[in-house]
């Protein structure tokens, strides 16, 4: 599904973010990226999102060159939810939902019941249908931010990059979205790679984890083999406890 | 508002629009009754000389030759500037962007008194073309130079992208005075047709302003979606799959001559760009879609009113760029304290 080989990333020509990244996602993975602030995670999610622009030959997304992709046709692989997104005007729910269709209408198209009916169900898999006609300005960060994830799966991307989703969310909603997340992609159509800042989430919902240290990955593989004490110790610097089981459990000494 | 309402909102506008049109050409020194206007309209087309016979050879001058071309010079200056205003508005993401706030107008006009001063020292003669083309090398050159000031990396701070058109404007504005002072034989006269006025429309005039406002609105209206997906940030639209650096160009250079079309005939005409956007939002929300040809029409026929006001309203002709900028800075004062109270 996508293919990172050998990605340097400097901002302006400044010192390295991501030095020599190599890794491969496989179709239908859950592929959590942890580190410490600072770490890259989510430069390395900007570069694979072109947010910023990589060398050619860095990134492929189903063995093409993400250079070569153009913006409409990644959109429809890719989708994108940011971490918190801003808005002034004062479009429904239902209006920011249906946006996730751009990529799939052309010029001089209007959006078809069928379009309609896909926004109907992304909506419906985050809890927002019930939103479809309030104000995304007056929804809380959690709803707000439930509606951007419909709107992305409105995109039907087969690969979906999520910087921290659940950063604004309380506890309830956390688990709600991410358990649509995993049920979709254990339906085994929807490849997720997401930034992480809490092990414990990571470890409930990722069948894999990438540890970055200073722009490098350090440890790479299933959760139980990657989350022990001693990686912890290394990329974080902390003391942890692990407690095996289902979910593996990171407990703070 | 769902969408199929738009067509009733548009036919609503169309005929608000044509009945604004129809009160500008009746009013003035001479009261023309509807009816008889509609004949002389008729009348006009080849063929159909018939339908305006009986009528006051006057009354038929005075439609044709005077009124026509200032209420439709009003009409599609308000078309633009209105147009122009709702598509910016949404490309910054931003209810107070205005063509004339952003420094579009202040670039038309030195661009226009530049052409002028120009083709003047030279001897070349009717400087109509070069006029046009600087309006709108130094319309389209200001926004583009206030928002590459105003940008912060992915960020687009309003206040950064205002205070940046109003230095521009500034700058620009003195800049044409020192033109106007040094360089124009009849400063008087030049200072006067840049403060807004449709007295002296032609029908030649209209030919230049006419499809470019409206081709302008048109494709801009295709840009909706577009537009629409702006408002989740530039990085936003991107990953929606927007090409927004091409897109961003498309809209900023029509939008801009939309704009700078409009000065060298007209003059600058402020804030029609901010209030029209506004009040048709809140009736039919903010998708780009209905906005931009909603707010063109809703623009043209604000102009007309307008520039009745001018005419009609005392004996005197006030200019119109004078009553928009009365009406519209205060309702620029009053946007802001009510973003400062939400």
């Known amino acids: 599904m996508l293919r990172i080989s050998h990605l340097n990333f400097s901002y302006n020509g400044g010192p390295a973010v991501l030095k020599g990244i190599d890794l491969r996602v496989e179709e239908g993975q859950f592929l959590g990226i942890l580190g ?37 046709e990644m959109a429809r692989m890719v989708a994108v939810v940011p971490q918190e997104e801003l808005h002034e005007f004062q479009f429904t729910a239902l209006e920011v939902a249906s946006m996730g269709r751009y990529p799939h209408l052309g010029r001089f198209e209007f959006e078809s019941p069928v379009h309609g009916r896909i926004v109907e169900k992304a909506m ?36 979906l990059l999520l910087d921290e989703p659940t950063k604004n969310l309380d506890i309830s909603h956390t688990l709600e ?52 004490r001693k990686a912890i110790l290394d990329v974080f610097g902390v003391n942890v406890g692990i407690r095996r089981g289902d979910p593996l459990r990171v407990d703070i000494l | 508002m769902r969408r ?7 036919i609503a506008l169309v005929l608000a629009l044509v009945l604004a049109a129809l009160l500008g050409t009746s009013i003035g020194t001479e009261r023309i009754p509807f009816l008889d206007i509609a004949r002389i ?31 439709l010079m009003a009409l599609f200056v308000g078309v633009g500037l209105a147009g122009s205003g709702a598509s910016m508005q949404g490309l910054f993401r931003n209810p107070l962007v205005d063509p004339f706030i952003i420094g579009i ?37 200001s926004v583009f130079l206030a928002y590459s000031i105003a940008r912060r990396g992915n960020r687009l701070p309003i206040a950064n992208l205002l205070l940046g058109g109003i230095a521009l404007s500034a700058f620009l504005t003195s800049a044409t005075y020192f033109l106007i002072y040094f360089f124009v034989e009849n400063p008087t006269e030049v200072i006067f047709s840049l403060m807004g006025t449709c007295g002296n429309s032609t029908w030649t005039e209209l030919l230049w302003v006419a499809p470019v406002v409206v081709i302008g609105s048109i494709v801009l209206s295709f840009y909706g979606r577009d537009l629409n997906a702006f408002s989740a940030g530039e990085e936003g639209a991107k990953h929606l799959g927007v090409d927004v650096e091409k897109s961003k160009l ?24 901010l209030i029209i956007p506004h009040m048709l939002r809140r009736v039919v929300g903010p998708d780009h879609r209905i906005l931009i040809p909603g707010s063109a029409l809703l623009g043209g026929t604000f102009l007309i009113l307008s520039d009745l006001a001018s005419r009609a309203l005392t004996d005197m002709i006030i200019p119109l760029g004078i009553i928009t900028g009365l009406l519209g800075g205060a309702f620029f004062i009053y946007l802001l304290i009510a973003r400062r109270e939400a």
């Open chain 2, 250 to 273: 498309i809209i900023l250079a029509i939008a801009s001559m939309m704009t700078a079309i409009t000065v060298p005939f007209v003059g600058i005409v402020g804030f029609v760009g």
């Open chain 1, 36 to 72: 410490p602030n600072g770490s890259g995670k989510s430069t390395l999610l900007r570069c694979i999102t072109r947010s910023d622009r990589v060398e050619n030959g860095s990134v492929f997304l189903r063995g093409v060159d993400i250079n070569q992709i153009g913006r409409r």
């Open chain 1, 177 to 228: 979205i991410l358990s649509s997340m995993e049920r979709m992609n254990s339906k085994g159509d929807l490849t997720v790679v997401a930034v992480f800042h809490d092990l414990n989430l990571a470890a409930r919902y990722c069948s894999r984890v990438v540890l970055l240290k200073e722009g490098r990955v350090r440890y790479d593989g299933a959760v139980d083999q990657v989350l022990n």
């Open chain 2, 4 to 10: 199929r309402h738009w067509g009733l909102v548009i």
């Open chain 1, 124 to 159: 419906r898999s985050t809890g927002t249908w019930d939103l479809r006609d309030k104000r995304i300005t007056s929804l809380s960060g959690g709803e707000k931010q439930r509606v951007v994830i419909a709107r992305a799966l409105a995109q039907e991307p087969s690969l």
């Open chain 2, 41 to 71: 309209i008729a009348g006009m087309v080849p063929g159909m000389e018939h339908l305006s016979g009986g009528l006051p050879e006057k009354w038929i001058t005075i439609v044709v030759r005077v009124r026509l071309p200032i209420v």
């Open chain 2, 105 to 141: 107008s202040a670039g038309g006009a030195f661009g226009t008194v530049l052409g002028q001063v120009i083709f003047n020292q030279m001897g070349w003669g009717d400087s109509l073309y070069p006029r046009m083309l600087l309006s709108f090398i130094f319309g389209f050159g």
